[in-house]
């Protein structure tokens, strides 16, 4: 990091920083220790400033799994009362975490062989790599055209999740199972996805893309089948008690997105509004094209935030419907066994929440929303009196974690980071990291996976210390652990990632 960067942090407490900006702007609130706010390099400062100068920009947080993204960091929560951003949302829009409980315990699990079943039989349900869908797993569930359309503009509707196997109830465990049009309707995305399909080559390309429902990707996503291990303190066991999880059971952890058909919704938005800016001379913020945006009320804004929503309602079907899979994958291994999906949990999506008193956009890029309990918008769920669960994901060598917002979140805008954050890109990592070591890590940590050569630009040395992320997150007050998860296994692809 440059002596300029390190001048402009300004400690405000063990895990907390301020980031100045020019002519007396609010400064970014850093979330972070004096080690991890190292690891932040030129790049990703430079991204910060230029985010948090841009139009309309009333708050940005760096987390602590910051590093440089698509115009703004992987890793930072942008608040807007006036403007959209795409951004901080990215190309993967509505990548999420979730969580299934599965009645075995972790002595279920022990065995390598039953575990080998268990990864064929969810690799038969669930393809990954970048394109594939459904014809490349014999045992996926089949989604047809008309139900397609219907899955992108209701998302995980009662009639949709009966007609794919999908348990109703899981609905009430997503942040939001259902995405809405600009005017928050839904009649709008009808309206939105019939103009979509005047371009011929979305028409073309419509079907396959629907045909990734119930699909990993590439990259960064995967599954894990992991074994719970609640922290001792009387908060975390209750919360866990709510949350549905049980000491020394088994769970398993998903991450992914809206696939292709996200991908191309948001690159066809970055293409429109980067034409918009090019056709009128409009100023880009710190030069960076990735930086467009669109004053809300604006066709551009309303667009975006339709397109959003279609994706968003993809995310969070193929999400439930990889559940759905994975839990009949492990009942083929052991019948009559029961889940529940824990929750399900975005960290690439824009959400009008409250802040300052004022009703604004929240963009988190590579963040997670952070409610605690008594939180105005928990009010009636399962979780309005101990906070929602919060999944952030380490390396499968480290663990993953499920944590619960304290009342210090208010300061990132209710949000945390969503994982580790990369410590080195995927190019470094392939040059400098050696495959044979990597697979041998896992042999010795006793680690299945599916793959014969474990993706290197995945390798846990390519990320962040997870347990020093996880020390800045507790350390500003932002949320409190309430288990631990240990991987048994991992669903991975080596493709590019898609996030």
């Known amino acids: 990091m440059s002596n300029m960067s390190v001048r402009n942090f300004i400690e405000t407490g063990e895990a907390t920083a301020m980031l100045t900006l020019p002519d007396d702007q609010r400064p970014v609130t850093v979330i972070g220790t004096e080690a ?38 992987v890793g ?15 190309v993967d829009i509505k990548c999420s975490m979730s969580l ?26 669930t393809p990954t790599g970048a394109g594939r869908g459904q014809r490349h797993a014999p045992k996926s569930r089949a989604v047809s055209h008309e139900l397609g359309s219907r899955i ?10 009966a007609e794919l196997g999908i348990p109703v109830e899981w609905a009430a465990r997503c942040e939001d199972s259902m995405h809405t049009g600009h005017d928050e309707s839904t009649d709008t995305l009808l309206v939105r996805l019939e103009h979509l399909k005047v371009d011929k080559r979305f028409v073309e390309r ?74 009128w001379g409009i100023p880009l913020p710190g030069d960076d094209l990735k930086l467009v945006h669109a004053p809300l009320g604006t066709e551009q ?24 899979l994975v839990l009949e994958a492990f009942r083929e291994v052991f019948p009559g066994i029961d889940g529940r999906l824990v929750y399900f949990i975005s960290h690439n999506i824009a959400r009008k929440e409250i802040v300052d008193r004022i009703p604004q956009w929240v963009h988190r890029k590579g963040a997670t929303r952070a409610f605690p309990a008594g939180h105005h918008a928990l009010t009636g769920t399962p979780f309005e009196k101990t906070g929602h669960p919060i999944l952030l994901p380490g390396n499968p060598q480290s663990g993953s974690a499920v944590m619960v917002a304290d009342p210090g979140a208010e300061k990132s805008c209710y949000s945390v980071n969503h994982g580790a954050g990369r410590a080195m890109g995927r190019k470094a990592a392939k040059r400098s990291l050696d495959q044979a070591a990597v697979n041998t890590s896992f042999n010795e940590c006793d680690i299945l996976t599916n793959c014969r050569n474990y ?13 020093e992320v ?16 240990e991987a048994r296994f991992v669903i991975k692809d080596g493709d590019k990632a898609d996030d």
């Open 152 to 161: 992108v503009t209701e998302g995980a509707s009662p009639q949709v999740c």
């Open 470 to 485: 996880l020390r800045s997150v507790k350390l500003a007050g932002l949320a409190s652990e309430v288990a631990r998860l």
């Open 100 to 125: 299934l409980a599965i009645d075995i315990d972790e002595n279920a699990v022990r065995d390598a062989k039953t575990r080998r079943a268990i990864i064929n039989a969810i690799c038969e349900r």
């Open 206 to 279: 419509f079907p396959n893309k629907i045909r990734q429902l119930g699909s990993y990707g590439g990259g960064n996503h995967f599954g894990e089948c992991e074994v719970v291990r609640v922290d001792e303190s009387e908060r975390a066991r209750h919360a866990a008690e709510v949350f549905g999880l049980r000491d020394g059971a088994v769970a398993f952890l998903s991450h992914c997105g809206s696939r292709g058909f996200g991908h191309d919704l948001a690159q066809g938005q970055f293409q429109s509004m980067e034409t918009h800016f090019e056709r």
């Open 36 to 73: 991890i706010r190292n690891t932040f390099d030129d790049g990703c400062i430079r991204q910060t400033i230029n985010s948090a100068m841009a139009p309309g920009v009333s708050h940005l947080v760096l987390n602590p799994d910051a590093h440089v993204g698509y115009g703004t960091p």
């Open 301 to 324: 804004a309303n667009a975006y935030l339709d397109d959003m929503a279609l994706g968003a309602n993809f995310a969070t079907v193929n999400h439930l419907l990889i559940n759905a």
């Open 76 to 90: 930072c929560v942008m608040a807007s009362p006036s403007h959209i951003y795409p951004g901080p949302i990215g």
């Open 455 to 467: 993706p290197i630009d995945e390798a846990p040395e390519a990320y962040k210390d997870f347990e």
